[in-house]
């Protein structure tokens, strides 16, 4: 168990969770299973991809930014002080398992943090996800136990094609999951990683991106 925030995916955390495993006497067969958000994942999945040359990961996110995202395309990573996921490494998990009950538990806010992500998958590349999701946004605000799985799977299995078509960021690919991503990031930054949600922030950016392409031609009213 490690402390919510960014402040536990640092190398202190990942170094503590080396010597809890030197304790167990981890071998490369054992896996690791990541239960929890998107810090848990990308620590645990770093510490994964770097003890004894890499053990099994497992993804079991539980908030559905993580669910639809950080869960989703190997990025695993730690903080430095002067920027988030400057350490880290492309390392696939061997599974995702994804319990959509688990997020009857998360506060609204956080919630809004994660269907922006997958909005951001709709605007990207599908048009009709993101109709639907304009027809029953009061079902999905009430996480609909129907209509809620099937939205986070297509939003899911888009950023799983775009990684399979581009995993490491070596074709240009899949830069197009980085939309709203610049803006995002710098609100971040600024702010301290303190005052936004990295959804909020994206959502933010989504915007910010629209009208720098609209004021230099390229993107319609």
């Known amino acids: 168990s490690i402390p919510a925030g960014e402040e536990s995916k640092s190398l202190a955390w990942a170094e503590r969770l080396y010597q809890w ?12 299973i990541a239960l929890g958000g998107g810090v848990v994942g990308d620590l645990a999945g ?11 990961l497992v993804q079991v996110p539980t908030s559905l930014l993580a669910m639809v995202d950080a869960s989703i395309g190997g990025k695993v990573a730690v903080n430095l002080p002067q920027a988030k996921n400057l350490v880290g490494a492309f390392y696939q998990p061997r599974l995702v398992f994804m319990d959509v009950e688990s997020l009857q538990t998360l ?12 909005l951001k998958h709709a605007l ?3 048009p009709s996800l993101l109709v639907e999701m304009e027809r029953n946004a009061s079902r999905l605000k009430a996480l609909d136990r129907e209509l809620t799985p099937q939205i986070i799977a297509r939003s899911s299995a888009i950023k799983g094609r775009l990684v399979e078509e581009d995993e490491k ?44 392409g609209n004021a230099v031609g390229v993107t319609p009213a």
């Not at 495993?21 to 690791?32: C, H, K, M, N, Y």
């Not at 770093?46 to 099994?56: D, E, K, M």
């Open 169 to 212: 960021e070596t074709l240009g690919r899949r830069t197009i999951l980085n939309y709203g991503h610049t803006i995002g990031h710098a609100l971040e930054a600024v702010t301290g990683y303190q005052r936004l949600l990295h959804g909020e922030a994206v959502a933010i950016g989504m915007v910010g991106a629209a009208m720098v």
């Open 46 to 56: 770093f510490v994964a991809a770097t003890y004894a040359r890499g053990l099994p």
């Open 124 to 126: 990207i590349l599908d």
């Open 107 to 118: 506060p609204e806010r956080e919630l809004t943090s994660g269907w922006a992500e997958v």
């Open 21 to 32: 495993l030197v304790s167990q006497r981890a071998e490369r067969g054992d896996a690791i």
